[in-house]
T-cell receptor, first 117, second 115 residues
Framework: AQKITQTQPGMFVQEKEAVTLDCTYD???????LFWYKQPSSGEMIFLIY??????QNATEGRYSLNFQKARKSANLVISASQLGDSAMYFC??????????????FGIGTKLQVIP | EAQVTQNPRYLITVTGKKLTVTCSQN?????MSWYRQDPGLGLRQIYY???????DKGDVPEGYKVSRKEKRNFPLILESPSPNQTSLYFC??????????????FGDGTRLSIL
C-alpha cells in the first residue's frame, strides 16, 4: 500500500479562490509528522506547513492550513485566497518514527496546482 | 546564510564511471537525507543519516552508497552508474530525526544524466 497518496495529479483554481489539495497516509506508528512542501517551476523545495500526529489542533501558517483528520488518515492542504505565485507542484510527506529507531520520510507523487488569473 | 549545498548541479556521464555528489550543510543538523525525484513518482528516499556514522536505507537504496564521517557532509556515491539512475537528486537536512516540527531544508538539486 502507498504510504502517502495524492490523488489529484493536477488542479486549477481561480485567483483569490480557496483550494484544497488532498493527502491520505498510511502508517501503524503512533508517532509521525506530516509536512507539505511546494516546488515551483524553478525546482527548489519550500516547506509550507507541519502537523504532528499528537497535535490537537489543525496547523495554520498564513494562507496555508492543514485539515487533519486522524481517524481518516488524511492531511489535506488548504490554500486560501490563491495567488498566481501559488502555481507549483505540491508534495505531502510523512516522517515516521519507527519502533526500531528508523526515521524514514515518504513523499507523495505530488499535485500540480495552476492558478488562473 | 543557512543552506544545503550540493555539487555538481548538473552532470552528464557514462555508464560505469564512478561518481560522487557532495552535500554539505552549515546548520549543525543531525539528520541528512538523499532523495531522487522522477516524473510521476514524487521524491523517493535513497538513504538517510541520523548522525555521524549512523546511516540507514530509504526506499530505493540499490546502486547507491553514502557515508557520514562529519556532521556537515553527506556524499552520495554511485559506484557503477546505470541509465536508470538518471534523475534529479536532492539532499536535505533537518535539526534532528524526531517527528516534531523539524522541516527538511533542501539543496538546489543535482540533475544527473547517465548515458
Amino acid at each position: 500500500a502507498q504510504k502517502i497518496t495524492q490523488t489529484q495529479p493536477g488542479m486549477f483554481v481561480q485567483e483569490k479562490e480557496a483550494v484544497t489539495l488532498d493527502c491520505t497516509y498510511d502508517t501503524s506508528d503512533p508517532s509521525y509528522g506530516l509536512f507539505w512542501y511546494k516546488q515551483p517551476s524553478s525546482g527548489e523545495m519550500i516547506f509550507l506547513i507541519y502537523q504532528g500526529s499528537y497535535d490537537q489542533q489543525n496547523a495554520t501558517e498564513g494562507r496555508y492550513s492543514l485539515n487533519f483528520q486522524k481517524a481518516r488518515k488524511s492531511a489535506n492542504l488548504v490554500i486560501s485566497a490563491s495567488q498566481l505565485g501559488d502555481s507549483a507542484m505540491y508534495f505531502c510527506a510523512m516522517r515516521e518514527m519507527g519502533s526500531g529507531g528508523y526515521q524514514k520520510v515518504t513523499f507523495g507523487i505530488g499535485t500540480k496546482l495552476q492558478v488562473i488569473p | 546564510e543557512a543552506q544545503v549545498t550540493q555539487n555538481p548541479r548538473y552532470l552528464i556521464t557514462v555508464t560505469g564511471k564512478k561518481l560522487t555528489v557532495t552535500c554539505s550543510q552549515n546548520m549543525n543538523h543531525e539528520y541528512m537525507s538523499w532523495y531522487r525525484q522522477d516524473p510521476g513518482l514524487g521524491l523517493r528516499q535513497i538513504y538517510y543519516s541520523m548522525n555521524v556514522e549512523v546511516t540507514d536505507k530509504g526506499d530505493v537504496p540499490e546502486g547507491y552508497k553514502v557515508s557520514r564521517k562529519e556532521k556537515r557532509n553527506f556524499p552520495l556515491i554511485l559506484e557503477s552508474p546505470s541509465p536508470n539512475q538518471t534523475s534529479l537528486y536532492f539532499c536535505a537536512s533537518s535539526l534532528s530525526g524526531g517527528v516534531g516540527n523539524q522541516p527538511q531544508h533542501f539543496g538546489d538539486g543535482t540533475r544527473l544524466s547517465i548515458l
